[in-house]
């Protein structure tokens, strides 16, 4: 068990199943079962699936003046996250629309609302840094700080970098320079893949370089280990909805990560983790126990569970 720091963006979203995507003109479209909307954001879904597998979780972000703290622990959810470190002070909480179709396109609109405006009281946050183990965060204005306040107490970072172009690369700086994981999505990468991996972890002296590929699987950097490496998916559940598998499989390797530093044991715990997460509707649903990640891991991959 490992003790995380999370600070990143909290959201309403709304996901809306399409037949097709684009989707086509009609004045009414009713169909039962769907459209969800819940809590979410990258940081929050990581948060939950962290504190999911055992974790400790400090989970600091913002949200709207008027937001209720309650919607972030539905009362029908097993575990809860402390709403101590989400501070209203926004003029309003970001949302989010997702639209996605059966084969796996996704269409989202996002409005951040006043976040970019926005700063964190950092006053609160040293005692916390200096507690725990690693801190994950998000690329967003606000949590550039938390870099900062990482490297002044020798904290591992693991960033997750969202919609990432190499046009906007130094904005993000602050996060790729001292990060010892980064995890990037191919979903706006117009590199070959390979190549940007090679350079990022050239530029930034990257440890660990995680790119998501959705159905395609993922690429694993691993400098230690003078590895880099293709994995596909594996499939445990039936596809339903892929929306945060990212953020699941993000989370879940750095908690085995942490565990002893097995980058091939923990990514591979990681794949199995988002493949049933894409089953259910939700960001924040259809988490694997850690017992089931055992079984599955050992069915497929015959990987005993580590003695460390």
């Not at 306040?149 to 693991?158: G, N, T, Y």
């Not at 972890?201 to 590895?227: C, H, P, R, V, W």
């Not at 049933?276 to 694997?288: A, E, V």
Request: glycine share 4%; with cysteine.
């Amino acid at each position: 068990m490992s003790n995380f720091l999370v600070a990143g963006v909290t959201q309403i979203e709304t996901i809306v199943r399409v037949d097709k995507i684009p989707v086509s003109y009609a004045p009414l479209t009713r169909v039962h079962d769907s459209i969800f909307t819940a809590v979410g954001g990258d940081a929050y879904n990581e948060s939950l699936a962290l504190k999911w597998l055992g974790d400790e979780v400090c989970f600091m972000s913002i949200v709207g003046r008027n937001q209720d703290l309650s919607v972030i622990n539905p009362p029908d959810r097993k575990i809860t996250l402390s709403t101590q470190y989400i501070i209203p002070q926004m003029k309003e909480t970001p949302t989010e629309v997702v639209l996605y179709d059966k084969m796996r396109k996704q269409q989202t609109f996002e409005d951040l609302k006043d976040l970019r405006e926005n700063v964190y009281d950092m006053s609160m946050v040293a005692p916390i840094v200096e507690s725990c183990d690693m801190m994950v965060l998000a690329n967003a204005n606000f949590c550039r700080p938390f870099a900062k306040a990482a490297k002044e107490h020798r904290k591992p970072i693991a960033v997750n970098i969202r919609n990432y172009s190499r046009e906007k690369e130094k904005y993000n700086k602050d996060f790729l320079e001292p990060a010892k994981v980064l995890y990037f999505s191919d979903d706006t990468l117009t590199e070959d893949p390979y190549e940007f991996i090679d350079r990022i972890a050239t530029t930034y002296e990257t440890e660990i370089i995680i790119l998501g590929q959705g159905s395609e699987g993922l690429i694993l950097f691993d400098k230690t280990q003078d590895l880099r490496v293709h994995y596909k998916t594996v499939k445990t559940n039936e596809v339903v909805n892929t929306i945060g598998a990212g953020n699941a499989l993000f989370a879940c390797f750095l908690h085995y990560y942490m565990e002893n530093g097995d980058s091939v044991n923990a990514i591979k715990n990681a794949l199995l983790f988002a493949s049933y997460k894409i089953g259910y509707m939700g960001t924040s649903n259809g988490f694997m126990t850690t017992e089931q990640l055992d079984q599955w891991r050992n069915l497929i991959w015959g990987i005993k569970k580590s003695v460390f």
